[in-house]
């Protein structure tokens, strides 16, 4: 079969579900996953087939994704800030959104070290890792940080902790990660690893009401306990953040969170009543309130 007559069955196929340019760009994730071709192969090769051993898994893969499930669940993987992360059903699938996180977490991690010198110790804390995206990057080049990592799920952190960047470590003697399986909302539990220079989370924060606002294959493969909160309590995340950086963040230490885009100034005055300072209100790619950054 034509690669650009396959291209053109699976867009048709998915256009119930998804508008043609997310369905055109879903297919081309998977022809370049499975066959590791350009979006634009089709256009400059016009003869080329896609290998019998491949058509078959292929059009299973389309047959999934018309059912809702995402192509990063199909594929194994998601893209986060240039690399490629593992992906399952007991993770959160990495956002773009939460790369300006990140972004924001690199800026003031460099600024440390410039002021302390090329070689020295910048020490992270990541509430609620989930695929541990945001340790690992921040574990690696350029940021280079010392990060410890906790998650209430076991399984989760099996994800983390088993993504494929050990040669990264090992070529270049950067740290590892170290994951700690632990509740977030206990906040007076036992914590060795403490202090930090940095804490970063980005925790459940959608509101049970706002559910049927969401796509049916967030809520059928996702992990509820990483998404929702009681809308009786929004904030109930947010304010064991608070408490972990009030217990481990050395003085003058900056803290970064994503929010809920409807509760900007509810978690602005939360950190502030909790007696934190420089608060800002971080937009992100949409102008939507995404994220809100303090310090001790």
């Known amino acids: 079969m034509l690669l650009s007559e396959f291209i053109k069955e699976a867009v048709s196929a998915l256009e119930r579900l998804y508008p ?3 369905a055109r760009s879903l297919v081309n994730l998977l022809c370049e996953h499975e066959l590791g071709v350009k979006s634009y192969t089709h256009i400059i090769e016009p003869q080329y087939l896609v290998p019998d051993n491949k058509l078959e898994d292929m059009s299973a893969a389309i047959d999934r994704l018309a ?9 194994g993987s998601a893209p986060f800030c240039g690399r490629s992360f593992k992906v399952t059903r007991d993770v959160l699938i990495p956002r773009p959104e939460t790369e300006l996180l990140v972004n924001e977490a690199v800026k ?6 410039s002021e302390r010198g090329e070689g020295s110790s910048v020490r992270v804390l990541d509430l609620c890792t989930g695929s541990g995206c945001i340790a690992w990057t921040l574990a690696l080049p350029p940021a280079m940080a010392e990060v410890v990592a906790v998650d209430v799920s ?5 994800v983390a902790s088993s993504q494929l960047f050990g040669h990264e470590i090992e070529e270049s003697a950067y740290a590892r990660p170290l994951f700690v399986q632990g509740d977030v909302l206990d906040t007076d539990q036992d914590f060795e690893y403490g202090p930090f220079d940095l804490i970063l989370s980005n925790p459940p924060y959608i509101k049970e009401s706002e559910k049927p606002l969401m796509r049916s294959n967030v809520l059928d493969y996702e992990p509820s306990i990483a998404l929702f909160v ?3 309590d929004p904030l109930l995340f947010y304010r064991a953040v608070a408490k972990w950086a009030e217990r481990f963040l050395r003085e003058g230490a900056m803290g970064i969170v994503e929010i809920n885009e409807a509760l900007g100034a509810e978690t602005m005055a939360l950190f502030r009543d ?10 992100d790619f949409y102008n939507k309130n995404r994220f809100v950054s303090f310090r001790k």
């Open 20 to 22: 043609v340019p997310e």
């Open 274 to 283: 909790a007696g934190f300072r420089e608060l800002r209100l971080i937009k």
């Open 67 to 75: 059912m809702g499930e995402p192509i990063q669940h199909i594929i």
């Open 108 to 113: 003031e991690i460099l600024r440390l070290r």
């Open 230 to 232: 009681s809308d009786d």
């Open 154 to 158: 076991e399984k989760a952190l099996e």
